[in-house]
């Protein structure tokens, strides 16, 4: 009667390498890390102080222009004195004061320009911090991918050494063939160099997340889960019309259009004419008086000789807005092609998966449970069983992958339409 296969696999196990175990860290989630860079990470920083500085120019371009104080010291007057020289003295005391009146209302089409300018910083963050956790949410994600091949990968490593263990001694009593033994061999360097690159792709993605929440890049981070496969939330057109609304290169572009035609309206303001009144106040020296005298005046500046500036900075300001609105199409079309092809690939790979986890992982498993009763029986050698123990692993690791495939496309996703994943 033929030992139970659990005792055969069990001693067998017994030749495969000893691995040590890494000790376990604190679980790292997504939401934590999230967390970690929107408070610490310094690029974030330094994009909101660039907002604030340009929200602190609006106040700047609507002020009134600052008014102009003069002082004249007259040594000459029509009292019959005879003038002075001397610059110590003086006949007349004139203080003048003007002030710029802005009724064309540039100061405000100005400040209307700033603060659109200040809206363009403010999209430029959200869109710093919106790279940003798409870096950190594809990096954990990859994390996750990579330690669950890796979870496969060990298991098919064992099942090799144990196939590997039999068949050298099935080759060494005449048995099995060399050829064999030596395909064996060959699977086993081959899984050997997938677990190298997979350990490989862990540690640099451990690295890009601890470097992006501030964290010494050689911190431990336990090993993480795929989330559960699920469709996308959203059909393929509330895909798309989510992602442009969310878009923080569109809201940009927006932005940068708001801009231009707000210089635009600057820009036609030129040739307006904002008059500047004065008054002047006269003291005759020795006449005993506070004030002998005052005038009063108005003067306008005359920009109609400077077409050159004028036009040009019309034509500047409509090339500008013509490149805005340009860029805001070229976006919405950029975002419509990268959606469909992650609501696609999100859509087919939640298919792939279902069809593993319900069809070829149950075969898969059903052929290992035939092998293991046909041994048990007298029908079949213990190499049949551990090929399919061999190829119920090889499906395992491609029901891996493809559930990875799925979730870097849903996090694609996640990141174009804005949609949180932290749930």
């Not at 006449?287 to 400077?306: A, H, K, L, N, R």
């Amino acid at each position: 009667m033929r030992l139970p296969i659990l005792i055969i696999l069990s001693s067998a196990a017994g030749l495969a390498c000893t691995r040590a175990e890494t000790p376990s860290a604190a679980p790292l989630t997504l939401s934590e890390v999230f967390a970690a860079i929107r408070v610490n990470h310094p690029a974030l920083a330094a994009a909101r102080a660039s907002a604030d500085a340009a929200q602190a120019r609006v106040g700047q371009e609507s002020a009134w222009a600052d008014p102009r104080i003069g002082i004249d010291l007259k040594r000459d007057d029509n009292s019959g004195n005879a003038p002075t020289t001397k610059l110590n003295t003086y006949n007349a005391l004139e203080v003048s004061v003007s002030q710029e009146i802005p009724l064309s209302g540039r100061n405000q089409l100005r400040a209307k320009a700033a603060s659109a300018e200040a809206g363009v910083t403010n999209a430029e963050t959200r869109r710093r911090e919106w790279m940003l956790l798409n870096q950190a949410r594809t990096a954990f994600t990859k994390l996750a991918a990579a330690d669950e091949r890796l979870a496969v990968n060990r298991r098919l490593h064992d099942n090799l050494v144990q196939t590997l263990a039999l068949a050298r001694h099935s080759y060494e009593t005449a048995q099995r063939p060399q050829s064999e033994l030596l395909a064996l061999a060959t699977d086993l360097a081959r899984i050997d160099a997938d677990r190298t690159d997979l350990e490989s792709t862990r540690t640099q993605e451990s690295v890009a997340l601890n470097a992006l929440m501030l964290r010494p890049v050689e911190t431990p981070i336990s090993p993480l889960t795929l989330p559960d496969p699920a469709p996308p939330a959203l059909n393929l057109t509330d895909a798309v019309a989510r992602a442009r609304e969310m878009s923080p290169d569109i809201a940009i572009a927006l932005k940068q259009a708001d801009v231009a035609q707000a210089r635009l309206a600057v820009a036609q303001k030129n040739r307006a004419i904002d008059p500047e009144v004065s008054i002047t106040a006269r003291q005759m020296k020795g006449s005993g008086e506070g004030i002998s005298s005052y005038d009063t005046g108005i003067s306008f500046s005359v920009p109609w000789f400077q077409s050159g500036r004028s036009d040009g900075a019309r034509r500047e300001a409509l090339s500008r807005l013509t490149a805005a609105r340009a860029d805001v199409e070229t976006g919405e079309a950029e975002i419509t092609n990268m959606v469909a092809a992650a609501h696609t690939r999100a859509t087919s790979g939640y298919t792939q998966v279902k069809r593993y986890e319900t069809e070829l992982v149950p075969l898969a498993r059903a052929s290992v449970a035939a092998a293991q009763r046909d041994y048990e029986t007298g029908r079949a050698q213990l190499p049949a069983v551990l090929i399919a123990e061999k190829m119920l692993l090889e499906t395992e690791l491609k029901l891996t992958d493809t559930r990875a495939e799925q979730a870097l496309a849903s996090a694609e996703l996640c990141f174009l339409t804005s949609e949180d994943v932290t749930r």
